[in-house]
């Protein structure tokens, strides 16, 4: 079993950053891989990106790349999310997610474990 527990999220102005972070328990941590997707109202929940269980191997959606980071630190059982340039429709609940597979998945259906999410507002 794994806990998630996000954090971080808050009101931003566009162009602004926070950083997001996922605690996550148990002492398998470093074998998941983890991933951060976000869901707007009367949306579905879209991937965001991913991080395989090394920190090595990461993907983007095409919405975020390049303005958003995703890294891990194994050692503290947390994933992070770092949000750069951000804008009005990066607004949604941002959730955590890990899965015991190499890599993730794009796919929501296919991860595990999820956390109960954060809000992110990006708004003047």
């Known amino acids: 079993q794994v806990h998630l527990v996000e954090s971080g999220g808050g009101l931003v102005q566009p162009g602004g950053s926070l950083r997001l972070s996922c605690a996550a328990s148990?002492?398998?941590?470093?074998?998941?891989?983890m991933g951060w997707f976000r869901q707007a109202p009367g949306n579905e929940r879209d991937f965001v990106v991913a991080?395989?269980?090394?920190?090595?191997?990461?993907y983007y959606s095409d919405s975020v790349k390049g303005r958003f980071t995703i890294s891990r630190d194994n050692a503290k059982n947390t994933v992070y999310l770092q949000m750069n340039s951000l804008k009005p429709e990066d607004t949604a609940v941002y959730y955590c997610?890990?899965?015991?597979?190499?890599?993730?998945?794009?796919?929501?259906?296919?991860?595990?474990?999820w956390g109960q999410g954060t809000q992110v507002t990006v708004s003047s």
């Open positions: 997610a890990a899965d015991d597979s190499n890599y993730g998945s794009r796919r929501s259906y296919e991860w595990t474990y």
């Open positions: 991080i395989n269980w090394s920190g090595a191997y990461t």
């Open positions: 148990g002492r398998t941590f470093s074998s998941y891989a």
